[in-house]
């Protein structure tokens, strides 16, 4: 093994009883779980672990996933896991920053409670939308959308998958248009608003002074931002990378490819699913991609360690 990197989904990934193993067998899992209880107007652990109607809305999501993905953090930490770099999609790169050191893992999930909020109160809703375009160059996606007023990209995923977002009429006229253009698939996407848009401007705005009152030091490793897909190592940075990131491209893609040119060879996604293990494995077939969802999956890593 070269060298490691932390890898953090992004809202999408979350479902019930994600982390329960963890609160249930590790009581640094379960501090953390209990921190989040205390520190939010919302019982995180109750959303995380029983069936409910509010996991899936952006303002529980936020906190929720982050909150798992960093007590699951925790326990890698205390096994003596640490990685070289950290990097995480949209929602993911707030665990990403808190994992490599800049923000206290009780700054990272106040702060994302309040992002979800402001996400969820910056278009009417009805009024945006995303949508998935599979099969289709990158490039040539740019070209449909570019004369259509009101939709831009707001991920590059991977080969093959790119999101698209804005106004609800502009995505579903690009929508048609890709597809008559050659992609294989337009998917309309189960979320709340157009996230990575400019109509999330506000939202960014508002998170830029809730940024202004957590504290940010200096980074223990390098994490890749998502906004250009570069290694940010002085963490002055941090605040306009976040404040840009709410409704900016997350450029997925580029961000793998550059650990990789940078000596990463083996990815660990941390939280729930196998979102990013999917992307990676289309974007470069050669590294190695381990995921950590129950402690069951931390035993495996640790083995493969040892080789």
């Known amino acids: 093994m070269n060298k490691l990197a932390f890898i953090y989904p992004g809202q999408g990934a979350q479902k019930v009883g994600m982390g329960k193993d963890f609160y249930d067998n590790s009581a640094c899992a379960k501090e953390i779980f209990t921190k989040a209880d205390d520190i939010l107007d919302i019982e995180v652990t109750k959303t995380c672990f029983e069936e409910n109607?509010?996991?899936d809305s952006t303002a529980y999501t936020?906190?929720?996933?982050?909150?798992?993905?960093?007590?699951?953090?925790k326990e890698l930490n205390e096994r003596g896991i640490y990685p070289d770099v950290t990097a995480g999609l949209s929602l993911g790169e707030y665990a990403a920053i808190a994992a490599a050191g800049a923000i206290s893992y009780k700054d990272a999930i106040k702060c994302v409670r309040k992002r979800g909020i402001y996400m969820e109160e910056a278009v009417p809703s009805g009024k945006g939308a995303m949508?998935?375009?599979?099969?289709?160059?990158?490039?040539d996606i740019e070209n449909v959308i570019a004369p259509i007023d009101g939709v831009t990209i707001a991920n590059y995923n991977c080969p093959g998958q790119i999101v698209i977002t804005g106004k609800k009429a502009a995505v579903e006229e690009g929508m048609e248009k890709l597809k008559e253009a050659g992609a294989k698939?337009?998917?309309?996407?189960?979320?709340?608003?157009?996230f990575h848009s400019p109509f999330l401007k506000e939202a960014g705005?508002?998170?830029?002074?809730?940024?202004?009152?957590i504290e940010i030091t200096s980074l223990k490793v390098p994490y890749v931002a998502n906004v250009n897909a570069s290694y940010v190592e002085d963490c002055t940075q941090i605040k306009d990378l976040l404040i840009n990131q709410v409704y900016s491209s997350v450029r997925w893609q580029q961000?793998?490819?550059k650990m990789i040119d940078n000596g990463v060879d083996t990815f660990v996604e941390i939280g729930p699913g196998?979102?990013?293990?999917?992307?990676i494995k289309k974007i470069n077939k050669e590294v190695t991609v381990l995921n950590i969802s129950n402690m069951e999956d931390i035993g495996e890593l640790l083995c493969?360690?040892?080789k």
Request: hydrophobic residues 40%; contains cysteine; proline residues 4%.
């Open 53 to 55: 109607d509010k996991l």
């Open 62 to 73: 936020q906190p929720c996933l982050v909150t798992t993905c960093l007590a699951i953090t």
């Open 131 to 139: 949508a998935a375009v599979l099969g289709m160059e990158t490039e």
């Open 185 to 194: 698939r337009c998917l309309m996407l189960n979320v709340s608003g157009p």
């Open 205 to 213: 705005q508002k998170l830029g002074n809730v940024l202004d009152n």
């Open 255 to 257: 961000s793998v490819e």
């Open 274 to 279: 196998k979102t990013l293990a999917g992307f």
């Open 304 to 306: 493969y360690m040892e």
